[in-house]
């Protein structure tokens, strides 16, 4: 007997698992694939020494978060080792231009004034509001939606900043993408510059609620650069595996879980594939896409017909293609070698081309022009690759889950698995355009479609590295529904955790850590 099971081993349920078992509880943690880590997962699926990362990249959440916090002397006895960018991301243009964010903030400026004068000023006034801002949302994205700690974090906010203060951050809250920038800014490659990161959680230029990420990671790679994983974002997985086995808890690969037993109104357990059951006395959780608990480990039930209806209607994200590539050596950058130094390149180069890839993707099109996030993490971290080589992390961003046609007219193919090159060719001869003879330099590659990325982590709905849109109605306190926002389910025992809750989707352990907080006591 267990006191709790934990279902998924990604870092949100490891997370759970290891506050669990610090505060005495016997934890199994059960996971179906052969090796621990949910979407963060570091592989060589391109040549031998060659180490990519499959999903996750940048671990910066995970460093600034409560859980690491708490954590971070025992993680870093067992092997967590982060390598710090101060270069942390860039934005390349088509006319061989470029703009990025480096922790010095005179360099950052320097850039800015160079194309607007004006809007280097702007950067650094807004610098220095993130400076008051930033306790307040980072205080609102360490806590349960709703909660007590929330009104907290509200009236905090409120003593020192004003009820004008508190009234901007509620309108950025609120805003668009575009709207904010275009409040604050008057350069559109700043704003494109920015802008960029909203396509990393389902944010188009015009969607509201979109500010918040763009105005987050800008700022605090302006504040802190930003952090990924030596060797691979799998040092945390290693970390928190070897502490959580450390600690008593049991973790069981390769073992899938074909349903969560009940007594009627309780979770009392796991069945797994191999018959074997697991029992539970306190705790099932589940770090999972709700769609998949509900929909397949839980029996329908009449008594949750309103809450099954809506985890039914919980709306996917778009979809990711992955492009991993071993290289002879870096992109010959047609901007300058100075992107080097930079931890991600963006090429999406204005507002107006984010826009039309988005609304192409939603309507089931192939993106006549993707918009791709480029890593290089072996210019920061040469560790991951022989002497001299390099990987490079490429992330096709917003695709249809689902292939309807192309936007481009070129491609015939409707589904992923015949598209799937020609889609890949198409990301590439863009990545050409800004690094002239980048296919000279690529030794192997690997393409993981939307359709691969699910197969690989079935919370990956349809690619959708979010699990679930982050749009207004599916975030905050209806994250995943409205309700059932502070991990519990109608099911009495069974919780969750993982992306598909809040805070959402990224690094930082958030709702895994809040959830064991919530059971195991802080």
């Given at each position: 007997?267990?006191?709790?099971?934990?279902?998924?081993?990604?870092?949100?349920?490891?997370?759970?698992?290891?506050?669990?078992?610090?505060?005495?509880?016997?934890?199994?943690?059960?996971?179906?694939?052969?090796?621990?880590?949910?979407?963060?997962?570091?592989?060589?699926?391109?040549?031998?020494?060659?180490?990519?990362?499959?999903?996750?990249?940048?671990?910066?959440?995970?460093?600034?978060?409560?859980?690491?916090?708490?954590?971070?002397?025992?993680?870093?006895?067992?092997?967590?080792?982060?390598?710090?960018?101060?270069?942390?991301?860039?934005?390349?243009?088509?006319?061989?231009?470029?703009?990025?964010?480096?922790?010095?903030?005179?360099?950052?400026?320097?850039?800015?004034?160079?194309?607007?004068?004006?809007?280097?000023?702007?950067?650094?006034?807004?610098?220095?509001?993130?400076?008051?801002?930033?306790?307040?949302?980072?205080?609102?994205?360490?806590?349960?939606?709703?909660?007590?700690?929330?009104?907290?974090?509200?009236?905090?906010?409120?003593?020192?900043?004003?009820?004008?203060?508190?009234?901007?951050?509620?309108?950025?809250?609120?805003?668009?993408?575009?709207?904010?920038?275009?409040?604050?800014?008057?350069?559109?490659?700043?704003?494109?510059?920015?802008?960029?990161?909203?396509?990393h959680l389902d944010f188009a230029p015009d969607?509201?609620?979109?500010?918040?990420?763009?105005?987050?990671?800008?700022?605090?790679?302006?504040?802190?650069?930003?952090?990924?994983?030596?060797?691979?974002?799998?040092?945390?997985?290693?970390?928190?595996?070897?502490?959580?086995?450390?600690?008593?808890?049991?973790?069981?690969?390769?073992?899938?879980?074909?349903?969560?037993?009940?007594?009627?109104?309780?979770?009392?357990?796991?069945?797994?594939?191999?018959?074997?059951?697991?029992?539970?006395?306190?705790?099932?959780?589940?770090?999972?896409?709700?769609?998949?608990?509900?929909?397949?480990?839980?029996?329908?039930?009449?008594?949750?017909?309103?809450?099954?209806?809506?985890?039914?209607?919980?709306?996917?994200?778009?979809?990711?293609?992955?492009?991993?590539?071993?290289?002879?050596?870096?992109?010959?950058?047609?901007?300058?070698?100075e992107l080097h130094r930079f931890a991600y390149?963006?090429?999406?180069?204005?507002?107006?081309?984010?826009?039309?890839?988005y609304a192409e993707a939603a309507a089931g099109?192939?993106?006549?022009?993707?918009?791709?996030?480029?890593?290089?993490?072996?210019?920061?971290?040469?560790?991951?690759?022989?002497?001299?080589?390099?990987?490079?992390?490429?992330?096709?961003?917003?695709?249809?889950?689902?292939?309807?046609?192309?936007?481009?007219?070129?491609?015939?193919?409707?589904?992923?698995?015949?598209?799937?090159?020609?889609?890949?060719?198409?990301?590439?001869?863009?990545?050409?355009?800004?690094?002239?003879?980048?296919?000279?330099?690529?030794?192997?590659?690997?393409?993981?479609?939307?359709?691969?990325?699910?197969?690989?982590?079935?919370?990956?709905?349809?690619?959708?590295?979010?699990?679930?849109?982050?749009?207004?109605?599916?975030?905050?306190?209806?994250?995943?529904?409205?309700?059932?926002?502070?991990?519990?389910?109608?099911?009495?025992?069974?919780?969750?955790?993982?992306?598909?809750?809040?805070?959402?989707?990224?690094?930082?352990?958030?709702?895994?850590?809040?959830?064991?907080?919530?059971?195991?006591?802080?």
């Amino acid at each position: 007997m267990h006191d709790a099971v934990v279902i998924g081993a990604g870092h949100n349920g490891l997370a759970a698992a290891i506050h669990l078992a610090t505060r005495g509880w016997k934890v199994a943690v059960v996971e179906q694939a052969t090796e621990p880590g949910g979407a963060v997962k570091t592989r060589e699926v391109t040549l031998p020494g060659f180490r990519h990362d499959l999903c996750a990249m940048n671990l910066s959440m995970f460093a600034g978060s409560a859980f690491f916090a708490a954590y971070k002397h025992e993680l870093t006895a067992h092997g967590l080792e982060l390598v710090p960018a101060p270069n942390a991301f860039a934005s390349a243009f088509p006319d061989g231009s470029w703009l990025g964010v480096s922790a010095s903030l005179e360099e950052t400026a320097s850039r800015i004034a160079k194309i607007s004068p004006r809007d280097a000023e702007a950067w650094r006034q807004m610098v220095a509001g993130f400076d008051t801002q930033a306790p307040h949302l980072f205080g609102l994205l360490g806590a349960e939606m709703p909660s007590l700690q929330t009104a907290k974090t509200a009236w905090k906010a409120w003593r020192a900043m004003g009820t004008g203060g508190l009234f901007d951050m509620g309108r950025m809250l609120l805003s668009t993408p575009r709207d904010f920038l275009d409040a604050h800014f008057e350069n559109d490659k700043l704003k494109a510059m920015m802008a960029a990161w909203g396509l990393h959680l389902d944010f188009a230029p015009d969607t509201a609620g979109g500010a918040l990420f763009p105005y987050l990671e800008s700022m605090a790679s302006q504040a802190f650069g930003m952090v990924i994983g030596k060797g691979g974002a799998d040092t945390i997985i290693r970390a928190m595996t070897s502490l959580l086995k450390a600690k008593g808890g049991e973790i069981l690969l390769g073992t899938a879980v074909d349903a969560i037993e009940t007594d009627g109104t309780r979770a009392t357990g796991v069945r797994l594939a191999d018959g074997r059951t697991l029992k539970a006395s306190r705790a099932v959780i589940a770090n999972a896409h709700p769609k998949l608990v509900f929909g397949k480990l839980l029996p329908s039930d009449p008594a949750r017909a309103a809450f099954d209806k809506r985890v039914a209607g919980f709306r996917a994200g778009p979809g990711t293609m992955m492009i991993h590539l071993a290289l002879d050596s870096l992109p010959d950058w047609k901007a300058g070698p100075e992107l080097h130094r930079f931890a991600y390149v963006h090429l999406a180069p204005d507002m107006g081309l984010m826009a039309r890839t988005y609304a192409e993707a939603a309507a089931g099109l192939l993106p006549r022009e993707p918009v791709l996030v480029v890593g290089q993490p072996t210019a920061v971290d040469p560790s991951r690759a022989p002497g001299g080589k390099h990987v490079l992390w490429v992330q096709v961003r917003v695709l249809p889950a689902d292939i309807l046609g192309d936007a481009a007219g070129t491609i015939t193919a409707l589904s992923w698995d015949d598209a799937k090159e020609a889609y890949a060719e198409r990301a590439l001869d863009l990545l050409d355009g800004y690094a002239p003879g980048i296919r000279s330099r690529i030794l192997e590659r690997s393409v993981f479609t939307p359709r691969d990325l699910e197969h690989e982590n079935p919370n990956l709905i349809g690619g959708d590295n979010l699990s679930g849109s982050h749009r207004l109605d599916q975030n905050f306190l209806f994250r995943p529904v409205p309700g059932w926002s502070r991990y519990k389910t109608p099911v009495e025992k069974l919780y969750l955790c993982g992306a598909a809750t809040w805070p959402g989707a990224g690094t930082g352990a958030g709702s895994g850590f809040m959830l064991g907080r919530k059971l195991g006591g802080k």
